[in-house]
């Protein structure tokens, strides 16, 4: 999404009509759009800015929509790809989900479908990121906890009182609630529930690491 809320997509097709064509529906829509005749310039686009997402035709001049899915995978290119095609096999569908394609679509495609499946893409494409994003930060967050600080965290998230929890470590009731707070202010958590919800699972690849 670019600074003005605008999705932004890549539209990669040698054929001006359909080019134009896809231009007045998506842009109707509120995507920004780029657009590129062949997968090498295309491949210029992506190494240029940030684009949301990618609508590719399969049958191009040179280089295939198919070897452009190859590439991106090969790249590590995450951007939702889908594959328009008139000449579409059940062998070159299987190829374009097996590179990664999010969607496989024949000309002439209705406009509805079209964006029925962009719009699900993207918006598929911004989860899959935010959760990712979060996944990232609970691990930094839990980087900042000592060793016994995740000790206490461990037994918090099996649900053992403060008491339990001094008795399983041989510490004080005291010590287990200041350790709780610091678990709160590192981990950035208001409850238990937020606190299991977010980190539960990083405790457990913890503890069979």
Do not use: W
């Not at 899915?69 to 790249?75: K, M, N, R, S």
């Not at 911004?126 to 906890?145: G, P």
């Not at 004080?172 to 590192?186: C, D, F, Q, W, Y």
């Amino acid at each position: 999404m670019n600074r003005n809320g605008r999705f932004s997509l890549l539209v990669v097709d040698d054929e001006p009509r359909i080019l134009s064509a896809l231009q007045r529906s998506l842009r109707r829509e509120g995507y920004e759009l780029l657009t590129s005749e062949t997968v090498e310039e295309a491949l210029r686009v992506l190494d240029s800015r940030p684009i949301d997402a990618i609508l590719s035709d399969q049958r191009m001049p040179g280089t295939s929509g198919l070897t452009l899915l190859d590439q991106l995978l090969a790249q590590g290119v995450d951007q939702p790809v889908i594959m328009l095609t008139g000449h579409g096999t059940v062998e070159m569908c299987r190829r374009a989900f097996k590179a990664g394609a999010a969607e496989f679509l024949e000309k002439p495609v209705d406009d509805d479908r079209l964006l029925e499946a962009l719009h699900e893409c993207v918006r598929r494409h911004v989860r899959t990121r935010e959760r990712l994003a979060a996944d990232r930060e609970a691990r930094e967050r839990y980087s900042r906890l000592s060793e016994r600080e995740r000790e206490v965290l461990s037994l918090v998230i099996e649900g053992l009182t403060a008491k339990q929890i001094a008795r399983a470590l041989g510490v004080s009731p005291r010590t287990v609630e200041t350790h709780r707070a610091n678990l709160g202010a590192k981990l950035e958590t208001d409850s238990l529930a937020q606190l299991i919800r977010r980190f539960a699972l990083l405790v457990e690849e913890a503890g069979t690491a």
